[in-house]
T-cell receptor
Framework: NAGVTQTPKFQVLKTGQSMTLQCAQD?????MSWYRQDPGMGLRLIHY???????DQGEVPNGYNVSRSTTEDFPLRLLSAAPSQTSVYFC??????????????FGPGTRLLVL | AQSVSQHNHHVILSEAASLELGCNYS??????LFWYVQYPGQHLQLLLK??????LVKGIKGFEAEFIKSKFSFNLRKPSVQWSDTAEYFC?????????FGSGTKLNVKP
């Protein structure tokens, strides 16, 4: 089991560029989510998905897009990068039901710097 | 929307001291409660969780937490900390398909 994998580990973008952060899990989890972690602010939910084909907005969705075409993958797209999107991004996944429900497994994170 | 408050931003303790980290949340309905830990350079990992039942829950590495519904609190405790507990601790609340995290508490344990 690879768990939750994220690529890239580190990325530098210029303002206005777009990019996709990749996230994959091999645990057959229904629920997947994206967070950004900023100093002193903890983790804030960007978008989440309760299953393939179903996505919804979290607390801070502006400037980001997601899709979930398969159970395994949940990419996060930055449409037009801004310096305010400089952050560490974490992907997480969990079961939606059962004993392990909502125990999230986190990826290693992607550090994004927008100049 | 739900909000989660962790009032201690940075805690410094000596080894063997007792630990209590506060966590309060705003929504009074049915919630699931979690504590996560992030060791330096590592992923976030689950320490413990509360869904229902006994309000005193035990987690990994000797941690426990108490759910007090009337106070909207879920405080984390450990009777005797070790240097290896140096990490950042996050309280989280789940309701209506969303997770809400507190701002985190950095714990520094001096050997």
């Amino acid at each position: 089991n690879a768990g939750v994998t994220q690529t890239p580990k580190f990325q530098v973008l210029k303002t206005g560029q777009s990019m996709t952060l990749q996230c994959a899990q091999d645990m057959n989890h229904e629920y997947m989510s994206w967070y950004r972690q900023d100093p002193g602010m903890g983790l804030r939910l960007i978008h989440y998905s309760v299953g393939a084909g179903i996505t919804d907005q979290g607390e801070v969705p502006n400037g980001y897009n997601v899709s979930r075409s398969t159970t395994e993958d949940f990419p996060l797209r930055l449409l037009s990068a801004a310096p305010s999107q400089t952050s560490v991004y974490f992907c997480a996944s969990s079961y939606s039901s059962g004993e392990s429900a909502r125990t999230q497994y986190f990826g290693p994170g992607t550090r994004l710097l927008v100049l | 929307a739900q909000s989660v408050s962790q009032h201690n931003h940075h805690v410094i303790l000596s080894e063997a001291a007792s630990l209590e980290l506060g966590c309060n949340y705003s929504y009074g309905g049915t919630v699931n409660l979690f504590w996560y830990v992030q060791y330096p350079g590592q992923h976030l990992q689950l320490l413990l969780k509360y869904f229902s039942g006994d309000p005193l829950v035990k987690g990994i590495k000797g941690f426990e937490a108490e759910f007090i519904k009337s106070k909207f609190s879920f405080n984390l405790r450990k009777p005797s900390v070790q240097w290896s507990d140096t990490a950042e601790y996050f309280c989280a609340v789940y309701n209506f398909n969303k997770f809400y995290f507190g701002s985190g508490t950095k714990l520094n344990v001096k050997p």
